[in-house]
């Protein structure tokens, strides 16, 4: 069993060389940043309209927007299920007003007439493309000046308004665009999908529907510029500010039903039709909280953090050193390795999934010393239990045994669905608290089957407890037995 | 110690008994009392629910010269009315709550603090809770509660006896609501650290109560065929038995929670550690004392009924010549409280 651990041990300190894990992430309260978390607000209705894809792409365009900030390690993520999904979006260093500005901002989708495009640099001005009927000369000055590839004039905003003229960029960066007012809203939409036209060859398209209001619009605009000179024919679809698509209209189309075809790739065909979809759902958000840390209160708490760990562990031994005396190492081993598995985890678990350790993934941490050293006592004491039987200590070490493994599992079950359970309801930060907690019970099962009990068993053979000297932990005085062996 | 533990060694042996479950009308007293004070406490004071739950911004600005007037004054010229909140956190913070406010507002605050207390507004400490946040955090925890108590109903059901499972839950829903009652009379800020703090009392509560529960199925398993002990005598000698077992795993469990306690609250002021930890610290001791005192009586109460058991009650009681009462008591056969070390055979000395 020992040789096991030890197996199991090495095996993972190699594992965080290889994977190169050297150092455990620090969640954004133990280093500084700003955290977001962004709830969906459900009118009243349309409580259908939160489904996991909508957050998917809430998700997609917030992130767009994030890493347009340029901060390295920008996470944007969704957590939780059902409707209660919110958006949490966290951002190291001290970007704090412009992420919160940045993320709050409803994002809609638009269709639009285009009325001049350019290529996305700035220096590159096409002349041909400025004389657009309703284009102002600011307009077109702002158009000339536009460079589609600064990272900024990308991060899609959400503040166009739909009756605004706009100069824009697609998502790419390459081209830029002058277009005109909204005509068609992305409500409108009522069904949009990717398909393969089998007949000419494996070509990708996406299908779309329009609603009734929807319909009108769009018959209205394709019988329009259908017959205009490119590119004021094409009609871009708009999201957040940023141009998706533009295609060209080749026929005016009353149906309300529509296709769009091209050279999509299939992966591209099924992100426009979920652009297309889901940007019709236009997700608003509330921001739930708003975090901001300086770098110095993030030193300050993981520091706190610290003392707090070393000050709990540092009385656990103590106190099991004082009641159990030597006895009292093997708890003291026992906590020791479990502190060095917890530690592999939390660089290996940094690496795998990226979790970050919070100051109540710490606190989790702390309070869990005690679970460790709980299963200890239950089961020294049921071995002391035995030995009042009359048994020997090495018979007690195994009968004791049998009885705590079961008191320990049932007890360590109990914590187990403790944290799951917390972890499943628990609102942002405070999940770390329940993931190490839940982890370190994990971890104290393995230690104590593993390491706590084989190491008795290895104490059990040693003269210094078996003749019961009187600081082993295991005296029949410590016992309370009738005294017979005490010199 | 080695007093203490030669304690642990007679407990064991039901030479010194406590009387758990004789005396329990007393402990269930004490507890109606203690949950008497809390429903009046939650009725009449209500709890100190944090912003979190409310909705509103703080800002906390670190400074070498924090001055509540100065920060109040800074505030309330950024324009923004209504119930502000101001205090020192520490020696060099100073912390501004304010109700809820709209994005370009809770800039002003900022724009304001920094300005006046001349840094940089990157360094202010910024909490911003939308209003619904409350409810979504107070909807998940009591989802979790009800979640919670139905999963560990159904193992302990399993793992021990679905009597068992019953008496657990009863105490740790008396430890829960005792410990809401503390902080409604005390008046400590409710935060959502707070809630996760409540709702891992439950599994920590839970531990202790598990570790007796073994034991009196243990010492039951085989109580029907014998007639030495009643159901609730068995109960009383598994507690005794595991008393100094409860001890030990409480005192451990709550040594780091307090130190948590302390340096959080000591070197943080408010925050997470402080409202966690506090929460625990008291749900720890309140959880000990209901995995002694209220689980195992209410066990043996409900035990006490079947009729297995009451026929058991009646052979013991023959045996020994006593009289049957409804509620049991601990038979005349049983050792006798307050049998203490003195009476003990002197072993200091000897060695």
């Known amino acids: ?487 | 110690m080695s007093k203490f533990s030669g304690l642990g060694g007679r407990l064991y042996r039901g030479e010194t008994s406590i009387e758990f479950i004789g005396k329990r009308r007393r402990w269930y007293g004490v507890s109606i009392m203690f949950i008497l004070v809390s429903i009046a406490a939650l009725s009449l004071q209500g709890l100190q629910l944090g912003i979190e739950f409310k909705g509103g911004s703080s800002f906390t600005v670190t400074t070498n010269s924090p001055s509540v007037a100065q920060a109040r004054s800074a505030v309330e010229s950024a324009g923004v009315a209504g119930e502000l909140i101001v205090q020192a956190v520490g020696d060099n913070k100073v912390r501004v709550q304010t109700g809820s406010l709209e994005t370009s507002a809770n800039n002003a605050v900022q724009d304001a603090l920094a300005a006046s207390f001349a840094v940089d507004v990157a360094t202010i400490d910024t909490q911003i809770i939308g209003p619904s946040w409350g409810e979504e955090i107070t909807r998940k925890a009591l989802y979790g509660l009800i979640g919670f108590l139905i999963v560990i109903m159904l193992y302990l059901a399993m793992a021990l006896e679905p009597k068992m499972a019953v008496a657990a839950i009863v105490a740790v829903v008396h430890d829960v609501f005792i410990t809401v009652g503390i902080y409604a009379l005390v008046g400590f800020d409710v935060t959502p650290a707070t809630v996760i703090g409540f709702l891992t009392i439950l599994g920590y509560s839970l531990y202790d109560t598990v570790v007796v529960f073994d034991k009196v199925r243990e010492n039951t398993r085989t109580i029907t065929a014998s007639s030495t002990k009643t159901y609730s005598q068995a109960v009383n000698l598994a507690v005794n038995q595991t008393i100094v077992r409860s001890a030990n795993t409480s005192i451990v469990a709550i040594l780091p929670v307090a130190s948590i306690l302390f340096v959080g609250a000591g070197l943080l002021g408010a925050g997470t550690l402080k409202d966690l930890s506090l929460a625990l610290f008291i749900g720890l001791i309140v959880g000990t004392y209901s995995s002694i005192f209220i689980a195992p009586p209410i066990l043996a109460s409900l035990r006490e009924r079947e009729p297995a058991m009451q026929a058991l009650a009646k052979r013991v009681s023959a045996r020994s010549g006593g009289v049957v009462s409804s509620t049991p008591s601990q038979g005349s056969s049983t050792p006798i409280i307050g049998r203490g070390p003195r009476n003990q055979p002197k072993r200091k000395g000897r060695k």
Request: glycine fraction near 10%; proline fraction near 3%.
């Open chain 1, 1 to 487: 069993m020992l040789a096991i651990l030890a197996l199991v041990l090495v095996a993972m300190t190699t594992l965080v060389f290889i994977q190169g894990a050297t150092s455990v992430k620090l969640g954004l309260d133990l280093r500084g940043g700003t955290s977001v978390t962004l709830q969906p607000r459900i009118a009243p209705g349309e409580e259908g309209s939160i489904t996991n894809e909508a957050i998917d792409q809430a998700v997609a365009i917030i992130r767009q927007r994030v890493n347009s900030l340029g901060v390295a390690e920008s996470e944007v993520a969704a957590q939780g299920t059902g409707t209660s999904r919110q958006i949490v979006i966290s951002v190291p260093g001290d970007t704090g007003r412009r992420v919160v500005d940045l993320v709050g901002q409803t994002a809609e989708l638009r269709f639009r007439q285009v009325l001049a495009t350019g290529a996305g640099a700035s220096s590159v001005v096409d002349p041909a493309a400025t004389p657009v009927a309703g284009v102002t000369p600011e307009i077109n000055a702002q158009f000339a000046a536009f460079d589609c590839t600064l990272a900024e004039n990308r991060q899609g905003t959400g503040t166009d308004l739909p009756s605004q003229t706009l100069v824009a960029c697609d998502r790419a960066g390459l081209t830029k665009y002058i277009l005109g007012p909204a005509e068609v809203l992305g409500r409108q939409i009522s069904e949009a999908s990717a398909g393969l036209d089998t007949q000419a060859g494996s070509a990708w398209f996406v299908s779309l529907a329009f609603n009734g209001e929807g319909t009108a619009a769009f018959a209205a605009v394709t019988s329009r510029v259908t017959s205009l000179p490119e590119p004021n024919n094409q009609l871009a679809i708009v999201l957040d500010g940023l141009v998706v698509s533009a295609p060209r209209i080749t026929e005016a189309i009353p149906s309300g039903t529509a296709q769009i075809t091209g050279s999509f790739t299939q992966l591209e065909a099924q992100d426009l039709a979920n652009v297309l979809k889901y940007g019709a759902l236009p997700l608003a958000f509330d921001r739930g909280e708003v975090q901001q840390v300086s770098p110095t209160l993030g030193a300050d708490q993981l520091d706190a953090g610290l003392i707090a760990g070393a000050l709990g562990l540092g009385l656990v031994v103590i106190f099991t050193l004082a009641y159990y005396r030597v006895l009292g190492f093997v708890t003291v081993g026992s906590l020791a390795i479990a502190g060095g598995i917890l530690y592999l985890l939390f660089l290996l678990l940094g690496q795998w999934i990226g979790f970050t350790l919070t100051l109540a993934g710490i606190a989790g941490a702390i309070v869990a010393i005690g679970v460790t050293a709980d299963s200890f006592i239950v089961y020294f004491e049921r071995v002391r239990d035995e030995m009042r039987e009359g048994r020997s200590l090495r018979t007690a070490v195994e009968t004791g045994w049998v009885r705590a493994r079961r008191t320990i599992l049932i007890a360590d079950f109990v914590s187990l669905i403790a944290a799951v359970l917390l972890y499943f309801f628990a609102v942002g930060g405070v999940r770390g608290f329940a993931f190490t907690l839940g982890l370190t019970t994990v971890i104290d099962l393995i230690i104590i089957f593993v390491f706590t009990k084989p190491a008795l068993v290895l104490v059990s053979r040693l003269k210094f407890f078996t003749s019961g000297h009187r600081l082993s932990g295991f005296s029949s005085k410590s016992l309370g037995m009738p005294t017979t062996k005490e010199a």
